[in-house]
């Protein structure tokens, strides 16, 4: 890995992750079990990492898409949760704005031209805005 890539990485994890280093740790610690536990007898057969990338690629849209709601990576599954103790859902935190509008912003676009081509309205507060009666 690269200066660059690292930096890189570095960079999004800073975005997506309310706090990197228990992330970081929760990773490491992973990994130290691993290490620490026998190897099976026999290795599973993988084809050209293919599901491994597959895998790691979900790992990331899972990350980027809680970031954009505000939601831990867990997504307040997991009570051992280092980093929101299993309260991480949406809205937890403040959602990153930029990942907001890439993941979140054209489904919200699209119920709203949706609903404006159907004409359905939904009513606002109390005051009665927006309503047609």
């Known amino acids: 890995m690269s200066a660059t890539e690292l930096g890189d990485l570095e960079s999004l994890l800073e975005r997506v992750l309310p706090d990197p280093m228990g992330f970081a740790e929760r990773v490491v610690g992973q990994l130290l079990d691993r290490l620490a536990t026998d190897a099976p007898a026999v290795a599973p057969i993988v084809v050209a990492g293919f599901e491994a990338q597959a895998h790691e690629a ?8 809680a970031a954009a ?4 990576d867990c997504w307040a599954q997991d009570p051992d949760c280092p980093v929101c103790a ?6 937890w935190m403040r959602p990153d704005p930029q990942l907001y509008e890439e993941f979140v912003g054209p489904a919200v676009t699209r ?3 949706q609903a404006a ?4 309205h ?3 507060g109390t005051s ?3 309503s047609t009666t």
């Open 58 to 65: 979900l790992v990331d849209r899972n990350m980027l898409v």
């Open 69 to 72: 709601v505000g939601a831990c």
């Open 86 to 91: 299993g309260q991480g859902m949406a809205g």
């Open 111 to 113: 119920m709203t031209n």
């Open 117 to 120: 081509t159907t004409g359905e």
């Open 122 to 124: 939904r009513q606002s």
């Open 128 to 130: 009665g805005e927006g």
